[in-house]
């Protein structure tokens, strides 16, 4: 099921066909008029009738009610839809769903979110409900709500970033459900576990990361709570708060780093450098030039910085202008054409904390140091002779001293086309040489015998090279190009290990 914020909702079933091709049936419709649609998720129920589960308000009678008491009393609704069976379940300031697994895996049905609570809730079963454990605080602000913003599967992260784990004891229905402090990550706006064991963690202010499972946090030493210490024999839960230590990671290990690329979401300004002159636009209901903004519209601009809360820093290559809120310009101008001192002609000075330091540039006019290496293999022409040989050889050249320190040359008809130093996962700590090579190449027709990717290990100091291994490959276009396919290997005992490829197709 998908659904807009008012009214609109859609169910597709998706089959596969005898091919096992994925085929998707037309939409049925399920709409609801003055409804508001929170969230939607699909409920876990094996091979049974699908059901999905929505958080809605149903807003008719405050839509004609003046008085606004119709608005005050309006209360929010765990919808389960199922075919053309609607059944509503009342649940108060929640914001989100989450699916059970179901089938012969659970006892289905959803965990719904709200403040300071994480509830279950079935067609035939009782309701259960956990508080959310909170920070141990001296200055907790006590009427302040904790909310999950996140989750999959079993966890669920709260908006402080806590990482929560539930577990549901079940047979047929739920019999119980727990909750326990699991680790502590950056706020996530989405959450996504892999079957391989590794988390990525959408963050929502900042990068986004990708971890791996240590534990599964079953002897980590953090409290459980269980929902039979919180339900009143009646089904109302008790009002009862709950706390935890935070500490550090210690069930996942970070394994990359993935650099935010976040919007600007309130961006009011648009300025555009041209090589002689500055246009500043304004974003609003239409975009228009602006003229009195204090910015030097006759120069070409380097960048533009906020500086402070009411003022914008132009740097263009004369100088730098800061204009504030009231249009107020303080311009400082750059001694001389550039941004060098007159002190200090050739190079840059900057200011380092306490420090005052200076870099030199060496002047490009002056005539560089060079010494001549001689080689083993000379092109002095070039010919088209149907019995002509590859020459090709791979050298460490240590430059201090013009010394060759490795030598290994090349038979068999076979030449070098790509070098690569890399180091592998499985031994990160050591430096390899991948060297790509065709045997017996012919350029007009194109054609060769074979290709390898050779191995080498890099050994006393990087002064010489140890055989390791090499791996035949189908085509002329070795290492990461295969012909029309790429490829990602791991290092092996004998040869490279095809991890993955992906054949790309020509545009």
Partial sequence: ???????????????????????????LEAHKSQTIVHHCTGVDVGFENPISACLEVDYSEANQDPTGEAFKETEKMLTYYKLDLVLNHVVRKSNM??????????????LVCSE?????????????????????NLLEIKDRGILIVSGVVHKMKSVEGDLYKVTIDSGDTANEIKIKYFDTLSVASSLCILKNGFLFVASEFGNHHFYLFEKLG???????????????????RLGTRVYF???????????????????LTDAKYIIVSFSNATLVLSIGETVEELTNTGFLATSSTITVQQ?????????????????????????????????????????????????LKIFTIEKFGQVFNETAVSL?????????????????????????????????????????????????????????????????LTL???????????????????????????????????LAGIGRIVRIYDLGKRKLLRKCENGLSLL
């Fill in 116 to 136: 300071d609570y994480v509830t279950y809730k079935h067609i035939g079963s009782a309701t259960l409900a956990v508080p959310i454990p909170r920070r141990e």
């Fill in 307 to 355: 500086l402070g809360q009411d003022a914008l820093l132009q740097i263009y290559l004369q100088g730098i202008p800061p204009a504030r809120a009231n249009k107020q310009v303080t311009e400082w101008r750059a001694p001389g054409s550039s941004f060098a001192s007159e002190q200090c002609q050739e190079g840059v000075v900057a200011v380092a904390g306490n420090e």
């Fill in 245 to 263: 230590k935070p500490r550090a990671l210690e069930n996942w290990l970070l394994v990359d780093e993935l650099a935010s690329m976040a919007p």
């Fill in 1 to 27: 099921m998908i659904g807009s914020m008012q009214k609109q909702k859609l169910v597709y079933i998706l089959n596969r066909d005898i091919a096992a091709r994925l085929t998707i049936g037309s939409p």
């Fill in 444 to 478: 007009a027709p194109k054609s060769l015998a074979s290709g390898f990717i050779h191995i080498y290990k890099f050994v006393n100091d990087g002064l010489d090279l140890e055989f390791v291994h090499n791996t035949a490959v189908e085509d002329g276009r070795i």
């Fill in 376 to 440: 083993d293999i000379h092109a002095l022409s070039i010919r088209c002779q149907p019995c002509s040989q590859w020459a090709s050889l791979v050298r460490i050249l240590n430059p201090s001293t013009d010394e060759t320190t490795f030598k290994l040359d090349l038979e068999h008809n076979e030449a070098v086309f790509s070098l690569a130093v890399l180091n592998f996962a499985v031994d990160a700590g050591e430096l390899f040489l991948a060297v790509g090579t065709a045997s017996d």
């Fill in 97 to 110: 769903l989450s699916a059970v697994p179901g089938g012969n895996g659970g006892s289905s049905g959803a």
């Fill in 218 to 236: 079953d002897d980590d030493g953090a409290q459980k709570y269980p929902s039979k210490d919180f339900m009143m024999t009646d089904g109302e």
